[in-house]
């Protein structure tokens, strides 16, 4: 089958590689119809994450059709399913708890020890995200395994487009776990740290579930555009500033709950920023992380901080003090997809969320080495790239 | 023989695992002790009768080819070496509470001494937590290397990972791989 492998930073191809095979009695095979570039891939295409091995199939957003169950998969030949970018089997205490991303089982054993050692306990295995999550084959390719097909996908209804439901595989519920985590009270005023898909969707998110204002913050004008369409109040970072701002449109209180959306790549020439960046490039911390520094001053005492972003490793100048002098509380976490499919599969197909605005490219399978370098490049104009194995190249 | 890890010395000032000692040796005696925890979500007795029927080991012990059960409390366990190999020794239950407790010891002769223990205790709502501790005397040379290979370069790992296999089978019916294809299974055995 073809499938797009990571080689090196900025260097992924699109490989012929052996089809995958039924190897466990709760395996499925899928034959990917719709798969997205994820802005966490961007993570991994920039090198920031380790334990990356030349070769690994990336893709951690997928749906595709059944072609192979397991004797033990539920799944049956030809249903279309969306598949959970966190692995989880379903048995285990945390997922008796519905904390999927934590399911003890999913990740090999000998995967585990980095996360054991990094972490103190090692969480659910991921769909192509190296092998500290466990360096299972991801979904940009035309052919997966995925374990325990009996708990994770969900299947979709005829007649609805895989453009409707494909993000359910992560940044949607992502999206929605983090406005949850921001426990939003009627009349709140929430503030979302970027405007990529997961910042998207954590504002429809947050005024579906009652918030009163939301106010997003990006210096991308067209990311702030379509926050704007969905309602909210926009900061462009650039031109104005940001906490200025938030204690100018919140009366001086703060905002009520604060969400960073945006994670380990924060952007932005603050000078504490830039601090980050000398120290990730002499290699003396890993993570930059204005975005959350910045939403935990901002943020009015006693109220609520949620961090979808992905951080991997340590930081330094985390404002402790002011975290626990306002007595603020964080919620965070990898998205505990198999929780909120159904209910936001239900949302879809109501019409009360729309994913669809968010695709701005589609591309054969065989172009995504071009997905990936536009979606770096230009993340104005391009919002999400979906990759299809089944669309034929363009005519030269 | 290793110590029962929820006992005590009475000389101990707190309350944690013997084997956690940071200083001196935790059984009192030459022998590396290992020792690791997990929680399984299924009864003491489906894990106590799995583990007891010692062919089973084999399942989900990385090293261990096979076990051969001799007759009611000797086993015959054959593990895999450098090259090829295989070393092979003799162990005999030296302990056993149905649903609770085994211990097992190589015999006199064994090239590797070594014995281990595996308990069962309840823990409700939870299942069941599966405390296994292995202590072995590694000699130098072949064997040794075998012992280091075995349990890889720091003990724990080695132990720490068959126990998650263990969870892995007990909890889900399956050992999780990350391999794509049946050749990459194998070749990760």
Known sequence: ?396 | MVNDMGTREALASDDAPLVTAKHGTAAGQSDTVVASAVTINRPAAELYAFWRDFANLATFMENVERVDALDDTRSRWVVKAPAGKTVEWVSRVTEEAADRLIAWEAEADAEVPNSGRVEFRDAGARGTVVTATIAYDPPAGFIGKVVAKMFQREPAIQARRDLRRFKQLMETGEIATSARTLKQLEEQD
């Open chain 1, 1 to 396: 089958m073809r499938a797009l492998a990571w080689h090196g930073k900025h260097d992924v191809r699109v490989d012929t590689v052996d089809d995958p095979e039924i190897l466990n009695p709760r395996d499925a095979i899928i034959k990917v119809t719709s798969t997205a570039i994820c802005g966490s891939d961007l993570h991994l295409y920039d090198g920031y994450i380790p334990t990356m091995m030349a070769g690994d199939i990336l893709g951690h957003e997928f749906m595709g059709e059944v072609v192979e169950t397991g004797p033990k998969s539920t799944l049956k030949k030809g249903q279309r399913v969306v598949v959970p970018f966190t692995m989880a089997c379903g048995s285990c205490y945390h997922c008796g708890k519905h904390q999927y991303s934590a399911c003890d089982n999913a990740l090999p054993a000998d995967n585990q020890d980095i996360a054991q050692e990094l972490y103190g306990q090692p969480m659910s295995g991921l769909f192509g995200y190296s092998h500290m999550t466990g360096g299972y084959a991801g979904g940009q390719a035309e052919y997966v395994r995925v374990p325990f097909s009996d708990v994770g996908p969900i299947v979709i209804p005829d007649g609805i487009e895989d453009e409707k439901v494909l993000f359910l595989s992560d940044i949607l519920p992502t999206g929605w776990m983090a406005a949850e985590n921001a426990g939003i009270e009627p009349g709140d005023i929430v503030a979302v740290w970027g405007c990529g898909p997961v910042g998207l969707f954590a504002v429809q998110s947050a005024f579906l579930m009652g918030a009163d204002r939301v106010i997003a913050i990006d210096h991308f004008p067209h990311r702030l555009e379509l926050a704007k369409r969905f309602g909210a109040e926009t900061i462009n970072f650039e031109e104005s500033a940001t906490y200025e701002a938030l204690m100018l449109m919140t009366g001086g209180i703060g905002p009520d709950a604060v969400i960073d959306a945006v994670g380990l790549e924060a952007h932005g020439f603050f000078v504490d920023n830039v601090i980050d960046q000398i120290k990730a490039s002499t290699f003396l911390g890993t993570d930059r992380i204005h975005s959350i520094r910045q939403a935990i001053l901002a943020c009015r005492k006693g109220g609520r901080v949620s961090m979808p972003a992905v951080y991997g490793g340590f930081v330094d100048k985390f404002p402790l003090g002011a975290f626990m002098e306002k007595g603020l509380t964080l919620r965070t976490g990898q998205t505990h997809v198999q929780h909120y499919m159904p209910g936001l599969l239900n949302a879809i197909v109501e019409g009360k969320i729309d994913t669809t605005f968010l695709i701005s490219h589609t591309l054969p399978l065989e172009e995504a080495p071009k997905g990936y370098q536009m979606f770096h490049d230009n993340q104005n104009e391009v919002t999400k790239v979906v990759l299809k194995p089944g669309l034929a190249l363009a005519a030269e």
